[in-house]
C-alpha cells in the first residue's frame, strides 16, 4: 500500500449527514453554495444535484449551478464499510427564473453617484460605466459582487458633471 492509498476497511461505524444551502432559492445560472456535514468516518462522498448532475468524492461543500428554472432535490450522501448504501439527507433548491436588473439612481452628492437594483441571489453582477456610446465603447468596472437576494447599492466615486452611462451585466 502506498502512501496516498485509501483502505476503505479502516472506515467503519456509524454515519450521520445534514445538508444546508446557502439561500433559500437561487436565480437560474447562479452559483449556490451547499454545505453538508458528516458525523463519523465516510470512505466516500457523493452529491446528486437533481438536474442529472453529480458528483463523488468531494469535499462536504461545493457550489452547483442549474440552468432551467425549477424545482430541484439536492442529495448529499456518506459511505463506509458499515454503510454500503449510504446514509444521506436532502434539500429541495428552488431556481427561479434571472431577471436582468433594472438600475434605479439615488442621486449624486460631490463627485458620488450612487444607484441600486435588487439582486438575485448567487448571481455575479459587473456594474459598469462609460463616458461616450460612440464606438468603441470603453466600459470601466466599477464593482463586481455576489448577490445574497437583496437590494445591491453601487457608488460611483469619480462621478462629474460630465455624462456616464452604466450597465449591469451578469458574469
Known sequence: MGCDE?????FVGPLSVSLSAAYPEVAAYGSLPLAGQVSGRAARLEWSFGDGASQT??????FHTWTNPGDYPVTFTA???DNPAGVSANI???VIPFQPPQLTALGLSGTNFTMSFPGQAGITYVVEQA????APITWRTLQTLIS????????DTKATNTMRFYRTRMQ
Open 79 to 81: 459511505y463506509n464499510t
Open 131 to 134: 463616458t461616450n456610446l460612440f
Open 57 to 62: 468524492n468531494l469535499s462536504a461543500s461545493t
Open 148 to 155: 445574497t437576494g437583496s437590494v445591491i447599492q453601487v457608488t
Open 92 to 94: 429541495a433548491v428552488h
Open 6 to 10: 485509501i483502505y476503505d476497511a479502516a
